[in-house]
């Protein structure tokens, strides 16, 4: 039995409520089949495209950034713990499933604040981008040629406040949804925390959470089967194995985007080195019980510690 976190990305999630629903549904499949082979497991998502449709849906209330990610841990969450449970009561196992409301603490001092990176919400068109630049003061970005996007400050994850009350629920058997959307960004103001305006990677974020909380293994299931070297070019490579020195010279020369690969590669090589035996796998959803035995994914590793 090994202790699991499991990323899920946007692709993970669809582009709307329904979507949401029916997509879960699928991903409650790999997941139950982990479950039954007795792993604990933990599930984190990304809240990119949500928290976006969010900020946007209550701008006359001025809703700001972290409460938004509060909103979207809820309803994602929400729909993850039905989709599962429901998974799981087909197999006749009798699990816990609970989403918990997490905060994630940055520092007030983070670089990211003066520099958004993080793209949220919907692709825009070039005149849709460059309208909400004048109208709301929102900076935007080109998002690897798929399109315009709004980005916001992505600071780095610190501490996770709730880690104690993630360890609990695993060592009861519980599944525990945490981290959602990278987790609210807080920052320490003596005796309380105070939301931040941004959005973390929830990436960090699960790779944070996996070291505090002793994970043997990290998943990071997003929209690709394994991880390329001369990503969308002729000569593309996709690798089944990287070790963290391969994979730091890959950074180097340039092989991961920004926004979307690196964090996942530099979580992966933390994660890696963080203690004995301990690896992270990067690959598609569809593909997660041949991820877990070498046949898909790209498994990162650590050959000092290995
Ligand atoms: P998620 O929502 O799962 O975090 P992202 O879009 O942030 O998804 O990151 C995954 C995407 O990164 C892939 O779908 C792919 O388009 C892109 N990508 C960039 N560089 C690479 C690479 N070197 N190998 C594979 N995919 C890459
Ligand atoms: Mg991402």
Redesign the pocket.
Known sequence: MSRLLI??????LGNNVTEQMERLKEVALPIADLIEKGHEIIITH?N?PQVGMIHDAMEKENMPLPECTAMSQGYIGYHLQNALRAELAKRNIVKEVVALVTQVVVDENDVAFNHPQKPIGPFLSFEEAEALKVSKNYEVIED?GRGYRRVVPSPKPQDIVEKSSVKVLLENGHIVITVGGGGIPVIRNGMEYLGAEGVI???YSSGKLAELVDCDYIF?????D???????QKN?K?LARMSTEEANT?IEEG???P???????VTGIRFAESGKGRKAIIGSLEKTNEALVGDSGTIIYSKEIE
């Open positions: 990323a899920l990305g946007g692709n993970a990304g990119g690897s990677d929830k990436d990071m299931l997003t929209g690709v394994r991880i390329a070297i001369n990503y969308g593309q996709d890959y092989h991961f985007a926004g979307s690969m690196l964090p996942k590669v």
